[in-house]
């Protein structure tokens, strides 16, 4: 993470995330990428074994993500209301309706 985010993503340390829920927010190229520590009560080690794993161009080894009805159960019932839509419309494409 050292070159993350304008290289802010070197100084973040184990302090920035409190085993509560909550997301640490980086920003890179205009592109956000948000850092769960806990989500929905589950934590990276809980959901490990559910990822799926991609290679990135111009980053070392294999990044680890979620698929889309894992990502959409976590935030189906999210306090915020962004995280609601998100699973309503990853909800849609699994249907193959589109989001529109």
Not at 25 to 52: H, K, Q, V, W
Not at 62 to 84: A, H, M, Q, W
Request: proline residues 4%.
């Amino acid at each position: 993470m050292a070159g993350f985010g304008d290289g802010y993503g070197g100084t973040l340390t184990s302090v920035d995330f409190p085993p509560e829920e909550g997301a640490v927010r980086m920003l890179e190229r205009d592109c956000p990428l948000d850092i769960f520590n806990r989500m929905t009560g589950r934590t990276y080690s809980d959901l490990l074994s559910s990822s799926l794993e991609k290679s990135v161009e111009g980053v070392t080894g294999i990044v680890p993500y979620l698929n889309g009805s894992i990502l959409r159960e976590l935030k189906k019932d999210s306090f915020r209301e962004k995280d609601r839509l998100d699973a309503l419309m990853l909800g849609r494409l699994e249907r193959g309706l589109g989001l529109e």
